[in-house]
């Protein structure tokens, strides 16, 4: 499977975001996602993740509120839409994808067999 990931660019505190991730290869549906961040001397965490369906969803606290992950099967796509950014969200953002059954959601990066090759949100002050 293949992953592509776009949206990110330069952005002013205060401002929004929506990343996008597109999946080919094989079926999007039997793949739970998760979009991840690292920042320049920090390890990659977590950011959202989201089950196969979309009825389970996991925020890390760094963007609870300000953070919505979503996916559309029948585009392929997750999306990662971003408001109230600051400038500690800026990082480079990967989507991340794993097979996956029922309604699980996975936090950890070790749990992702795939990822895209990543996307530079930069949030000015």
């Known amino acids: 499977v293949q992953l592509q990931a776009s949206g990110g660019g330069l952005v002013q505190a205060g401002g929004s975001l929506r990343l996008s991730c597109a999946v080919s290869?094989?079926?999007?549906?039997?793949?739970?996602m998760g979009w991840f961040r690292q920042a320049p001397g920090k390890e990659r965490a977590v950011v959202a993740a989201?089950?196969?369906?979309?009825?389970?969803?996991y925020y890390a606290d760094s963007g609870k509120g300000r953070f919505t992950i979503s996916r559309d099967n029948a585009k392929n796509t997750v999306y990662l839409q971003m408001n109230s950014l600051k400038p500690e969200d800026t990082a480079l953002y990967y989507c991340?994808?794993?097979?996956?059954?029922?309604?699980?959601?996975?936090?950890?990066?070790?749990?992702?067999?795939?990822w895209g090759q990543g996307t530079q949100v930069t949030v000015s002050s």
């Open positions: 989201i089950s196969l369906s979309g009825s389970r969803i």
């Open positions: 290869g094989r079926t999007f549906s039997t793949y739970a």
């Open positions: 991340a994808a794993t097979m996956a059954l029922g309604s699980s959601v996975y936090k950890q990066a070790e749990s992702y067999d795939c």
